[in-house]
């Protein structure tokens, strides 16, 4: 049962074999077993999960199920949420409680969906490994010595452990991604400006995107149709985006007739070899399954990284602004006057990596450097996006490996920031370029879960659910789970 | 050596629509302290912004008035500064794109009219505001205004005078009140002034400028620039050097004092707003504003001389306001025998006894229509222009018409030359010395006649069949 899928859980529920509250329960006995070790969760409140899903059934007795009734799903601490805190993972939201719900967050609710609790995170979802959380990092699964990714890695450790059949995250240059990657689930990026951002708490506006971390990619498809949408509270949130059958999309048997595009520039010496050899091997599958493999090239990408970390960090140091003590959150002891309480408050409240970015998008925004930076990233950004357009004139997808390595060390990187930025060296060019990815479990290296990453044009996701899918049915790979969490299946 | 002054100005103009130029917030003036505000524009985690499409169109019409160009697509951008009463660390605003540039506002000079440029209009966002008063060492805020939308109006430094620079913004305040894009109350902050200024002997570069910031009443401007100019030339001529910096006018004091120099000014870190996409409109929707324009008080002054013959002096009195204008003409309309008799009588008699009340034109308990009545009257004779006044008086207490105060107050005007006949009779026999000395030659004597029959007749008697009766009995 932990590990079973949203629509598994779904067909019993319809069926009438588990009641809401009895598949709550379950996964919140889970929780108290296992989050300890984990630190998945930074926030539970049992009660009113239990009356979410007695809701829930109460609902389901007087009209047809809603297209998530009953589902357990677990969101990032970055979805605002009336119920309980929202912090970000950091300590200048020290007390904060939202009084409203992000966009995607009422989606939910409206859909039946029950609420299970605030999932770990790295602050302000600025890492990749979950170790900047201001709660402590959380663990792998797979291995309780490795980081699970980041920065969605509450998340992805609390799906993967089963503790919950799916969550929510957030991908800004693959915190979805990454961690789906590093604890073997599937995370979905959808296109920007598919799902509103409206209550997610801005880390880079421009490439902030929501997105589902789930076992299957039917799962994701499921939430992903629920959550996108156009929102009139979101100017970035697309009226009219073009649209199809989420849950149709992933009924694909086969790829005949795929082209799949394999960048050269994602093969790269350096990387893992055995994430090579799993992520070969995967292609080499969908050759078998009818796809036809075609080698491309992605020229800008070796500068994806560089611009990535002067957008993001340009934009977070304007939208961590609000946070200067006046109105919420943490403000220190007894200052002296505005200018003291405003660099104590933020001293005390921002851990160490936060701070790096807003003093990197400070510097980059700052006059003088502008032109050098900032507007030199943008150029790069629009060149990125025209090799994906080009690329997409000879192929369907994209497939990559999604990290080039698999989980490492807690504590390995962590005093080496450019390192630790590397690891998102697969993921970020999406984001640049507003398009779709998809990360799916594919194999195991040194033990750990592999991933493979599917990219599609803008607003074409079907076409990635279809791949996947397709890889999914072929393989086992999205059936494995950590046997140390097993508990009865 | 002379002196050349060089004036720059911006102004602040609050848009009045319904709701803040991002949130669904109300925008009326005066409420509870943060009572008007919504996670949105108190800049909570998460919560992002949407244009307030009336602002644009507003700020749009704006730019069509002063003959400017607008930019079927302008940006936002994020101008970034820590202030406790800025919730978001940032103002939305417009730097790089603005929606308006490149206009001009004529002013009348005695050297006749001067074409002053408006470089752009840009929209941007209001900040809260910071109380200090009356609460002994803290500091509260109120984030009412926070969000309001505002048009930024920004001038070349063409203005060579404070009396330029006061004929400007005396014009653009008309022409932002007659489009009724804002209230533009400057008590209310509506619309708020900073001027850059400068001085340099004449052919020479541009001097060094100060910024005088925040300014909310035309006769301050004035003061604040005239100061300005005399301590920047005092600092030259004393062999000193003007200092860039932002000052502060004190109205009490009547002096400018540093508010914060050069050296610690801002880096605001412009950036493109990543959370609006850019501004498009299409030139039909700017055509369809432009359809919608009002008459402009530029236009309506020279219609009004050389339709209705009014002076220059009676066309700009009457084209203070739209009201004002839209009154005069309803009351030609309704009296077109003659238009220059109704602008002085609007301007003068009604106008007059409407201060008098601290009332506004669009407050007058006496219709166009009315006026209009009283002045059919004296042209058909049935009472005196003197006696009118009197008339209009008692129409504004008791709002009664024209005809029924005559009647009451027995006031038709005595037009019979057999009455007006035995009163002058009746003047000359009790004034035999007055007529022998006028018959001896002393014509002056002649209006003391007049004066005598009027008063015999309680103003009522004919005024002009008087003057011929009199000239004819006196022979």
Redesign the interface.
């Given at each position: 049962m932990p590990f079973r899928s949203l629509s598994d859980i779904q067909a019993q529920l319809n069926a009438g074999e588990r009641t809401a509250v009895e598949v709550a329960q379950l996964y919140l006995d889970r929780i108290k077993q296992y989050n300890d070790d984990l630190n998945a969760f930074v926030h539970i409140d049992a009660e009113h999960v239990l009356a979410q899903a007695q809701a829930s059934d109460a609902y389901r007795a007087d009209h047809e199920p809603r297209p998530l009734e009953g589902l357990p799903i677990a969101v990032k601490d970055i979805f605002?949420t009336q119920n309980g805190p929202?912090r970000?993972c950091s300590n200048i939201?020290e007390g904060?409680e939202?009084?409203?719900d992000?966009h995607v967050i009422t989606r939910l609710k409206e859909a039946g969906a029950v609420l299970v609790g605030k999932t770990n995170m790295d602050e302000f979802a600025m890492g990749s490994s979950n170790e900047t959380s201001a709660f402590g990092g959380c663990k792998n699964p797979w291995n309780t010595d490795c980081i699970p990714g980041g920065s969605s890695g509450g998340s992805a450790v609390a799906v993967a452990a089963g503790l919950t059949p799916a969550a929510l995250g957030t991908d800004t240059g693959g915190s979805i991604r990454q961690p789906a990657a590093l604890t073997g689930l599937v995370g979905l990026k959808p296109t920007y400006g598919r799902i509103s951002?409206?209550?997610?708490?801005?880390f880079?506006?421009?490439l902030d995107q929501a997105g589902p971390m789930t076992r299957t990619v039917k799962d994701a498809a499921l939430l992903t149709s629920i959550m996108s949408g156009h929102d009139?509270?979101?100017?970035?949130s697309v009226a009219d985006a073009p649209n199809f059958d989420w849950l149709t999309a992933c009924e694909a048997k086969d790829m005949k007739g795929l082209k799949i595009g394999k960048p050269k520039e994602y093969f790269i010496d350096g990387m893992d070899e055995e994430v090579r050899a799993q992520v070969e091997a995967a292609l080499k599958k969908c050759e078998d399954m009818g796809a036809e493999i075609v080698d491309i090239s992605l020229p800008h990408t070796e500068y994806a990284v560089a611009a990535y970390y002067v957008i993001a960090p340009?934009?977070a140091?304007?939208n961590?602004?609000?946070y200067?003590a006046?109105?919420?959150g943490h403000r220190c002891d007894n200052p002296e006057d505005?200018e003291d309480m405003?660099a104590r408050s933020r001293d005390e409240g921002f851990g160490d990596e936060v701070k790096r970015r807003i003093l990197t998008g400070?510097f980059a925004?700052?006059?003088g450097y502008?032109d050098a930076y900032?507007l030199k990233a943008q150029k790069v950004r629009t060149l990125i996006s025209q090799d994906f357009k080009e690329a997409f004139e000879k192929v369907d997808v994209i497939a990559t490996p999604t990290s080039p390595i698999p989980a490492f060390k807690s504590g390995e990187k962590t005093e080496d920031p450019l390192t630790m930025y590397l690891s998102d060296i697969f993921t970020i060019a999406v984001n640049l370029a507003g398009l779709p990815g998809l990360s799916q479990p594919c194999g195991f290296a040194q033990g750990l879960p592999v991933g493979l990453q599917w990219i599609a044009p803008a607003w074409q996701e079907d076409k990635i659910l279809a791949a996947a899918s397709a890889y999914e049915n072929a393989t086992d790979w999205h059936n494995q789970h950590p046997k140390e969490f097993g508990g009865e299946t | 050596m002379s002196w050349e002054v060089v004036i720059g100005l911006e102004v602040h103009c609050q848009i009045n629509t319904k709701t803040k130029a991002f949130c669904g917030c109300s925008t009326e003036f005066g409420a509870e302290p943060n009572s008007q505000t919504c996670?949105v524009c108190?800049?909570?985690?998460?919560?992002?912004?949407?244009?307030n499409d009336e602002a644009a169109r507003k700020t749009i019409l704006t730019g069509l008035a002063i003959n400017a160009n607008i930019n079927l697509e302008s940006k936002f951008d994020?101008k970034?500064y820590?202030y406790?009463d800025l919730?978001?660390?940032?103002q939305i605003s417009q730097f790089a794109v603005p929606i308006v540039e490149g206009g001009y506002i004529d002013i009348p000079t005695k050297d006749g009219e001067k074409r002053l440029g408006v470089t752009r209009i840009h929209m941007e966002e209001d900040a809260g505001k910071s109380m200090h008063e009356g609460l002994d060492a803290v500091s509260h805020?109120d984030l009412n205004r926070s969000g309001i939308p505002l048009m930024e109006i920004v001038s070349e430094p063409d203005m060579r005078s404070a009396d330029e620079a006061i004929a400007y913004l005396k014009q653009l305040h008309q022409i932002i009140k007659f489009l009724g894009v804002s209230g533009a109350d400057m008590e209310k902050g509506q619309f708020r002034c900073d001027a850059n200024v400068s001085v340099r002997r004449k052919g020479e570069p541009l001097g060094t400028r100060t910024e005088m910031k925040n300014m909310n009443s035309f006769r301050f401007i004035k003061q604040a620039i005239e100061f300005e100019v005399l301590r920047q030339i005092e600092i030259i001529e004393d062999g000193g050097e003007v200092k860039q910096e932002s000052r502060l006018w004190d109205s009490v004091k009547n002096e400018s004092r540093s508010m914060r120099s050069k050296e610690e000014a801002h880096?605001y870190?412009?950036?493109p707003e990543?959370?609006?996409?850019p501004l498009r409109v299409t030139q039909e929707e700017v055509d369809n504003i432009k359809a919608g324009m009002p008459e402009l008080p530029n236009q309506l002054r020279k219609r009004f001389e050389t339709e209705f013959g009014l002076s220059a002096y009676d066309a700009d009195v009457l084209t203070q306001t739209q009201a004002l204008a839209q009154w005069y003409e309803a009351l030609v309309a309704a009296h077109p025998a003659n238009p220059k008799q109704c602008a002085n009588w609007l301007a003068n008699e009604l106008l007059g006894r409407l201060k008098e009340l601290g009332k506004d034109i669009s407050e007058s308990p006496i219709s166009a229509q009315a006026l209009a009545s009283l002045l059919d009257r004296i042209a058909d004779n049935t009472i005196s222009g003197k006696i009118a006044k009197d008339v209009l008086d008692a129409m504004m207490e008791s709002g009664k018409d024209v005809d029924t105060i005559i009647d009451e107050k027995g006031l038709k005007q005595v037009s019979d030359t057999g009455a007006i006949d035995s009163m002058i009779q009746e003047v000359l026999d009790a004034n035999p010395g007055q007529v022998e000395a006028y018959k001896g030659g002393q014509d002056r004597l002649f209006g003391f006649f007049v004066g005598q029959v009027m008063k015999a007749s309680k103003g009522k008697a004919n005024p002009a069949m008087v003057n011929q009766r009199l000239k004819e009995l006196l022979g």
């Open positions: 605002c929202t970000c939201l904060f939202a009084p409203y992000a951002r409206r209550g997610i708490i801005a880079a506006s421009s009139a509270g979101d100017a970035t340009s934009e140091s304007t961590l602004s609000r200067d006046v109105r919420f505005l405003y400070t925004l700052s006059s502008y900032y | 996670p108190l800049g909570m985690p998460g919560q992002l912004p949407v244009l994020r970034n820590f406790p919730p978001k660390g940032y805020i880096d870190r412009y950036f990543p959370d609006l996409p």
